[in-house]
């Protein structure tokens, strides 16, 4: 069974750059056919889909998001990482890592999830 982890600084300040890595387990992220995403729910909102990147490396990115963010990969520790720059305190919200067979998943009845880590932007 694959279990996903999500780590990183809980606290941000405003117009530096977030970095979140995202631990797989019971999985190889070079497994065929599956996407590996970051989803973000900001306080009081519904999921927002960030981006995914797949099994060869290829990567995708919402439009909206596209300017600021970069998912990358390790795949000698079969993590997968999400870079967000010059954030705001727009940005705080609980961010997800997840796996499923489709690159855009904004809903938590689908795919395998991560617990999410909560990430706040502020001075």
């Known amino acids: 069974q694959v279990q996903l982890q999500e780590s990183g600084p809980g606290l941000v300040k405003p117009l530096q750059t977030l970095s979140l890595t995202c631990t797989v387990s019971g999985d190889s992220i070079t497994s065929n056919y599956y996407y590996w995403s970051w989803t973000r729910q900001p306080p009081g909102k519904g999921l927002e889909w960030m981006g995914a990147i797949d099994s060869s490396g290829s990567t995708y990115y919402s439009p909206s998001l596209k300017s600021r963010t970069s998912i990358s990969r390790d795949t000698s520790k079969n993590q997968f990482t999400l870079q967000l720059s010059s954030v705001t305190p727009e940005d705080t919200a609980v961010y997800y890592c997840?796996?499923?067979?489709?690159?855009?998943?904004?809903?938590?009845?689908?795919?395998?999830w991560g617990q999410g880590t909560q990430v706040t932007v502020s001075s």
């Open positions: 997840a796996r499923d067979l489709r690159v855009h998943i904004t809903t938590m009845n689908i795919g395998s």
